[in-house]
């Protein structure tokens, strides 16, 4: 495990980008999964700047690791919304090089990864209670490939599916689908990166306390190339460990 | 995870020896760290050919990754003994390359082997409890390095520590350390093999269940370069998974 | 330069195919470009015994890196054909795993295998001239991808030619196709094998003498990743350079 | 060959450094040999904000990859006094992480880097003659691992080492020492940058004309991981080629 901290969500921002070019500037297909949300959205600013009209990274691959649909749209959901708007479209990727994840191919995304010559590097986030991509507690397993996830699945997902979907009840779905944490751990490089406070205690629990089911991503210390950059608010309760 | 199934033992043997000889080819230090048991007996009578006496296999080295000791001799212990008849002595591997870890340097085992500059491989025999290495269920947890285990661990540890130095009781020792969970998914690749019927449903339940505490070498499902290795008695119960 | 001396030709052959099953046993794609030739016989033939009928190894795909045509036929030319009965039938290599360079295809050669992922291993033989595929002296440049090289590339090379088609005018071809210098360089790794006193004397002058144009292969010498795999005759003449 | 263009001198430098980052950032040992000269002084202006008071960057260590010592004088010569002021100084680089070449040491330069498990990346300048490092047309050879060129090693010599001490005639030495072609092209990765019209013609020269020791550098065009990054002015005269 690799532990970067920086100062502050700029400078954290700029680590995650210059580890995502390092990974993008080779002479072969690379593929990326990459993480949509509020974390990254300083990082997409810096990369837009550095990816944007440059037809020698035309051999970067991207995916989307989780999905929430619009209930009653036929187009992207929550999460390839969030990604075109952060990245793909200032940034101008090619179409053939998105390759989205939806519930009408979950089922097949980690043989088409596999396929694609598998993940060079994902990208993850990190909620407070430990979830990574769509991995909330309880909703799937260390051992699950890429997974449908019912509205059913723990108490309380029916609140959240709304709150992904801007609290408007008629397009809150009724699932979500998402890599699995199998499915994340065959990445050849793993990179989760987190700002501010509200992030320290997770931190801490998820990479220096036990692997456990109650925190999907603690699976992710067990990791052979884990890369954590962290702001220093985000790494104020491990400093002990470091 | 890569599924190698052979007809039998002898050429399940050979295909173990292969994957190490391929590591060991190179112009770059190698580390590996190796498996004592019965399983891997027919791979070291074959790899002995391969490797006794080639000066260009001086890059290669080695490690034990547990160890039980002789209560009351200072010598090798359980796991270092067995090796040193089943291979390097036999192979006449040079002293300077076997890295022997012991109660004395356990602590440091971890560290040390970054330090060399990680695993290349680790070669893993699995029990029909689904240990790996010393990782006993109860014994250790997913997030544990490099650990000493003692005899009140689990029940029946005592009667375990007698039966692994042959029933003598005045040689029984009360611990025994061990590379953990996480030191070995540490390693850039895993091959873990199997032989027989006896090793059949724990085959199935470590890599084609769920990753569980009460089965440890479920963990390994998740590392990203996962090689088993198996006879078609091993396998048998997971034709339906292939 | 990793040096590997065997005893005899048999040990030879068996650390080479040793070598190629090392690559092969990946959970990945993967892409070997093989020599066809006397050299190779016995390690096919121990090959063919590791490999034949295994489906875990249809991860594998196989390129020939050159090839001569019969004139006035249609089918396989004179590099594929000897491939096909020392090893692709022996071993019941699947069709869509053999990708044949010929003449209606050389010009994509390297565009296709960089589309593939390009190659993981080029296995070469050595000629006594200093040659590797059809790179003799005077038909290609260090500087050259895969190339087409006419009858009249060099003074000799219609003998040469008829040579190849086993002395048969009739089907002696007016040039050959092969992978140039550059294209062969391209590989991550490259194993050149030999066998027997008569190539004492090039071994020596291709990887411990100069670089130059009048011996192809000792551009080889430069690879960041080359091993030599050598009987002691084949390498009797650089024994005070290993 | 990957080629990266950029708009400008500003752009390409910001790339290079991305590059450089990108490998640095990695929980093993990363070897790296860097360039003095004029080229990278922007590219170090960035990098020194990237890598300044970051103990996470303690893994990277620093080759220089030749000297020219000032004459009468004992400490750094050339190009490690040229290291120090643009990098290894303003980024507060640890003295152990800096590993000296000079004339006390040059015949065990390649023996070490070995032994320090090879270098990861050297990034090159190139020379409007195509030298690279101190391999100057007529000075080394293709096959010559690190080297003493001496003052009459080529006509001119002479003046250039006067011209290399700021011509300061009392300062001039007779000699200086160079990682040669050979121990270049070991290194598992090569980038090489440039900037400006005056080196649109050697680029040319070197990477899309023969490979031949009148332009040293054009040997680099065979290594299997080669990574250009040049300004439009730079590139100017191989836009038919991209």
């Known amino acids: 495990m690799k ?5 502050d969500y700029e400078s954290m921002s700029r680590v995650a980008a210059n580890i995502l070019l390092g990974e993008m500037y080779q002479d072969k297909r690379v593929n990326l999964a990459i ?5 990254p959205i300083k990082m997409y600013e810096q990369l837009v700047k550095d990816v944007k009209g440059k ?22 959901g929550v999460t390839m919304s969030n990604l075109n708007r952060l990245f793909f479209e200032p940034a101008q990727i090619k179409l053939e090089n998105i390759h989205v994840l939806d519930e009408t191919n979950y089922q097949h995304q980690d043989a088409r990864i596999k396929q694609d010559g598998g993940l060079d590097l994902i990208l993850l986030g990190i909620g407070a209670d430990g979830h990574f991509c769509g991995n909330l507690p309880g909703t799937t397993k ?23 979907v801007g609290g408007v009840a008629e397009k809150r779905p009724n699932f979500y689908v998402t890599m699995g944490p199998k ?44 890369t954590l950059v962290l702001d220093e ?5 491990i400093q002990g460990f470091i």
Chains 1, 2, 3, 4 share one sequence.
């Open 142 to 164: 260390f051992e699950d490939a890429t997974s449908y996830v019912g509205e059913d699945a723990i108490p309380g997902m029916k609140e959240i599916l709304l709150s992904e």
């Open 55 to 76: 037809s020698y990274l035309d051999n970067v691959h991207y995916y989307n690791f989780d999905e929430i649909p619009y209930e009653g749209e036929t187009g992207y």
């Open 233 to 237: 608010e985000a790494a104020s309760e």
């Open 183 to 226: 499915s994340v751990m065959a990445s050849r490089k793993i990179v989760l990166f987190a700002t501010g406070k509200k992030k320290a205690a997770i931190i801490k629990e998820a990479f220096f306390g036990p692997v456990t089911d109650h925190v999907p991503s603690s699976l992710l210390q067990t990791h052979p190339n884990l």
């Open 35 to 39: 993480t949509a949300g509020t974390t």
């Open 3 to 7: 532990i970067i901290v920086e100062k």
